[in-house]
């Protein structure tokens, strides 16, 4: 192993118990520059940085803008002082480009306070891009802390040529035979063992060593490689399925495929990676925002297989050609004879040349430097016909004719289609794509062309390579050449670098004069210094790694922080996806997978946050589970759907979960296969999960062998886990009484204050509440599409404002007990009653810009499951709004099949829902004399707002509809409800329940006692 990628692995991999994590804000450090005719605009936007201080050094220092562009950015702290209490950090990122915004170089000087977990301080610098440089002094940053992120202590390093390492480490192994013994194991291996899944076959080769396993395992994963499709509307996440499913297979039957067959399936990993992140614009519909549907397949599918092909070596970089300072001035070979089938076609000027022999496809990446024509003399020098054979690796291929009458699908003109964009009218385009059947292949077309009058020429290629072959003559596109009359042997090599694999090899009228000046051009042999320096630098880095492919450790570094992204802006703190349960439910798992083997590869966890390892917990805070003619389960959610997490997430996330919480989420398993804890572990039981009455997918299988903790004892989460539960990140708190079954009692409010990812809803401070197996507060998540509208939601609307229905609240505080499930949060909801303006911009364009409707609110909510208000359940909701028109306080009605049969009974104080299982009473202390009304028309807001439904809801106002102070108090029970007594009026009320009194101090609502 080389010493730089030692370093490297050692960097990865060893951190030091005292490290340092640090998150770092940089307001309008890059520039986005903007054409828009003849004006061009600047936009500053912010980065933010993540620096991370191992064994007293600066590593993995890293940065994401997402305003400006869509890709990760790597950097270097290249000095280090201190500063008084401060320290100052010299900091060199190049800003990468994607495929709308270019990139650049940054050179910033950060100096940084820190104050417990918060950092201040200021930066100065510049961002240079193209010519334009961006200047910035002494502009305030920001920024946290974050905890260590040690790697375990009993991790043992990667060796550099070591498989398995993503799935379980060659060390596991013998545990995991071991397990074959067990009622699991046993399972495990029906399942596999008649599957045609890669990924099982992989893993029967690994727990058999049989290699007619892996042998099997390879056409089936070519067969993956092969599908072209993205699914259903061009779905791009579809990569990221297909590389989790090569790169395990790969991981998995490394030892056991050929060179060729390792070679073939990092061909196609490599590409699809560079397509993902480097070429976004062409991988379909993807919504590359971190943490949406999208990206938490693409990157965690993308990011197994840059790990399992971590370490790899390759041949050394290519050398650029030696600069040529003068044209070439060729003479026709003496004797030379065209082979069999050859076509001689007349010196193509200003026309592609269309009459060929062809060989090919070859599987090579684009970059490779690997000659498939070398064993018949090489890509200069062969002089095939028709009857040359070509053994490249362990296939045969003859050399065939190929023209516009054999082969008129591989030609085209810009009438053609799409594929044919770019190609002039009047002229014809070779299209290879089809014969290629992917990118990154490699073709020859070889042909001879017939001078007839001596003279100058310039030859182009229009296509993504830029070379041929005159008579052994490499020349390069642009280049410029002196032909003698006669005939010419011409080799053409081209690589399909894009889907239409376009080409237009021609030569154009030239003079003297102008070859003169081209290689007179002082920019060729800066270009050349330029590219000579890359392959220097590119082959040094290369050496000292060993020989280590040094492309695809930058793939494992980007994907490791596009992961990180995934989980801190999906995620978040407290395991609470912003999505809805229909997108995360479907997307989520790869990215558990990519976790797992994550820790194994570098023996730390990928965040060191409480966002993957609480994402099941979350749910099983959240969901009743019961018994009733099976299991049944039911998740009060936000957003589209209303799911709760499938078991085939739960062998992952009880490997990922807090070991505290892992006996609960083992109960939670059980719960929902509806199994005792001497089932679930018995053969009938495990026969049930894995293949028979809960059937899980090959992947799935093997998660489950690896991961059930088979030494376990299941516990009630309540033993184990908060009964109020906080996910920070967005603002989310739930409150639960207990796990019983189906008359759990569980709150829940969401003050979204974390800026949510892909689809959402403007839900921010929407309350719903689950008791005796009926949702007694109830939101409609499916009502209006994936977007929905504030009318579905348990708010306060302002239907004649143009309030920004879909704004963030932000968390004022809260108060929770973990034991018992009480709290009480509150929110400030004033960003959500700010406002939108239409105006028409100076090009007579309708836009909306926000502007101040001098709206302020505070929305509080509290829990309390004591008993002592005479019911098992007691909520409360606070609302003081001050400005704006109308306020309608708007309570959902249940419309699920299961919910319908409910009586509503309306009085002047409140409100009744009673089902036969149980009832909810509200209580409306303020307004004093409340105006309720159930409603049946079309709700409307300002057109600004939110979108108009016909909810089933019930409105509730005070005698002036711009009152906006509400107290509203709720107890549930199977019994009669409990008398409420109030006293005073407004929010200053004191409303005694049973022996409990609860008031508003103006920014929490208190519970005595």
């Given at each position: ?749 969401y003050g979204r204050t974390g800026q949510p990812c892909g689809w959402n809803q403007p839900e921010s401070g929407s309350f719903q509440i689950w008791a005796f197996g009926h949702e007694m507060a109830y939101k409609n998540n499916d009502g209006l599409g994936k977007t929905g509208t504030r009318w579905y939601d348990n708010v306060v609307m302002l239907p004649d404002d143009p309030i920004k229905a879909g704004a963030l609240s932000t968390l004022i505080g809260r108060k929770l007990d973990a034991k018992t499930g009480a709290g009480v949060v509150t929110f400030d909801m004033s960003p959500i009653y700010m406002g939108n303006e239409e105006y028409t911009d100076d090009k007579g364009v309708k836009k909306v810009r926000d502007i101040d409707l001098n709206i302020r609110g505070l929305r509080s909510f509290a829990a309390d499951f004591s008993g002592k208000s005479g019911a098992p359940g007691l909520f409360a909701v606070v609302d003081k709004i001050t400005g704006g028109k109308t306020k309608q306080w708007v309570y959902q009605l249940p419309v699920t099949e299961r919910d319908k049969n409910y009586k509503l009974d309306i009085d002047d104080r409140g409100f009744t829902l009673a089902w036969s299982e149980g009832s909810l009473r509200a209580t409306v202390v303020s307004p004093a004399k ?80």
């Open positions: 192993m080389g010493i730089l990628l030692l370093a490297l692995w050692t960097n990865m991999a060893h951190a030091a118990e005292l490290g340092t994590r640090l998150v770092v804000t940089l307001p309008e450090a890059l520039i986005k520059l903007r054409q828009t005719g003849e004006i061009r605009s600047r936009q500053a936007e912010a980065i933010r940085i993540y620096l991370t201080r191992e064994n007293g050094r600066w590593v993995r220092t890293w940065g994401y803008a997402n305003r400006f562009n869509a890709n990760v950015h790597e950097g270097e702290i290249t000095a280090e002082r201190a500063v008084g209490d401060a320290i100052e950090l010299d900091l060199a990122m190049t800003i990468e480009p994607d495929n709308w915004v270019r990139g650049g170089q940054a050179k910033w000087t950060l100096r940084l306070a820190t104050k417990g977990d918060t950092i201040t301080g200021a930066y100065s610098g510049t961002y240079t891009t193209g010519e334009e440089v961006h200047t910035v002094k002494d502009v305030a940053l920001n920024g946290f802390a974050l905890p260590p992120n040690p790697v375990r202590a009993d991790f043992k390093p990667l060796d550099v040529d070591e498989h398995p390492r993503l799935l379980f480490r060659e060390h596991d192994l013998p545990a995991i035979k071991a397990r074959l013994k067990t009622p699991l194991g046993q399972a495990v291996l029906k399942r596999l063992e008649n599957s045609s899944d890669p990924i099982a076959l992989g893993m029967m080769y690994q727990l058999t060593g049989d290699k007619k396993y892996a042998d099997r395992a390879f056409p089936e994963a070519s067969k993956v490689m092969a599908n072209r499709d993205q699914g259903p509307f061009a779905i791009g996440r579809e990569w990221g399925y297909k590389t989790r499913i090569v790169g395990l297979a790969y991981d998995l039957c490394y030892d056991a495929w050929t060179e060729e067959q390792r070679e073939q399936t990092e061909n196609y990993l490599d590409e699809i990676l560079d397509l993902c992140l480097n070429r976004k614009h062409r991988v379909g519909t993807v919504n590359w925002a971190p943490g949406s549907n999208y990206t938490m397949v693409i990157h965690a599918g993308n990011g197994l297989a840059a790990m399992a092909m971590m370490g790899k070596k390759t041949e050394a970089p290519a050398k650029p050609p030696a600069l040529r300072e003068a044209a070439a001035k060729l003479t026709p070979p003496a004797a030379f004879k065209p082979g069999k089938d050859v076509p001689v076609v007349a010196l193509p000027v200003e026309q592609t040349i269309t009459e060929w022999l062809m060989v090919g496809p070859f599987a090579l990446h684009y970059l490779s430097p690997i000659d498939p024509l070398a064993a018949n003399g090489g890509v200069a020098d062969i002089r095939p016909g028709s009857d040359t054979e070509v053994k490249f690796r362990s296939g045969v291929q003859r050399w065939r004719v190929m023209n516009r009458t054999t082969n008129p699908e591989n030609f085209g003109t810009p009438a053609s289609g799409p594929k044919m964009y770019g190609v002039p009218k009047g002229q014809v385009a070779l299209s290879l794509a089809d014969i290629a059947k992917r990118e990154q292949t490699r073709v020859f077309l070889y042909t001879v062309v017939n001078v007839d009058i001596s003279g100058w020429y310039q030859f182009k290629t229009h296509a993504w390579n830029n070379q041929a072959f005159l008579d052994g003559q490499r020349i390069a596109d642009g280049e410029h050449v002196h032909l003698a009359a006669g005939q010419y042997p011409f080799m053409f090599p081209l690589v399909i670098g894009a889907p239409s694999g376009n080409a237009r090899p021609m030569f154009l009228p030239s003079t003297e004069e102008a070859a003169i000046a081209f290689y007179a051009d002082a920019k060729r042999k800066e270009s050349h210094a330029a590219a000579m320096a890359q392959w220097q630098r590119a082959t040094e880095s290369w050496q000292q790694g060993g020989g280590v492919n040094r492309t695809w450790l930058k793939y494992v570094r980007q994907l490791e922080y596009w992961n990180i992204l995934n989980l801190e802006m999906g995620m978040m703190e407290g395991g609470f996806q912003g999505e809805g349960e229909s997108y995360t439910l479907e997307c989520h798992e790869p990215a558990h997978d990519y976790a797992l083997a994550f820790r194994n590869v570098f023996g730390r966890e990928l965040t060191g946050r409480n966002d993957i390892s609480h994402f099941a917990p979350r749910y099983i805070v959240t969901t009743a589970v019961w018994q009733d003619n099976g299991p049944r389960a039911m998740n009060q959610s936000y957003g589209r759907g209303e799911e709760t997490i499938p078991t085939r997430y739960l062998p992952r996330s009880i490997a990922l979960a807090p070991k505290a919480w892992q006996p609960a989420v083992l109960w939670f398993w059980q719960q929902r296969v509806g199994m005792t804890h001497e089932q679930f572990l018995s053969l009938d039981g495990q026969t049930q999960m894995i293949v028979g009455k809960h059937p899980v997918d090959a992947l799935t299988a093997i998660q489950t062998l690896i991961h059930l903790p088979l030494d376990v004892q299941p516990q009630n989460p309540g033993d184990v886990m908060p009964r109020a539960y906080e996910a920070s990140g967005r603002g989310f708190y739930a409150f639960r009484n207990q796990w019983a079954g189906k008359n759990d009692i569980i709150a829940q409010i409340p105006v309720i009304t159930r409603n049946t028309q079309v709700l409307k807001a300002h057109p600004l707002s939110t979108p108009d439904v016909k909810a089933n809801a019930l409105l509730i106002t005070g005698p002036e509809k711009t009152e906006g102070d509400f107290f509203v108090i709720f107890t549930v029970q199977q019994k009669a409800a409990p008398a409420v007594t109030i006293s005073g009026s407004g929010l200053d009320a004191k409303v005694t329940i049973g022996q409990q009194v609860v008031g508003f101090d103006g920014t929490y609502i208190v519970t005595q006692p």
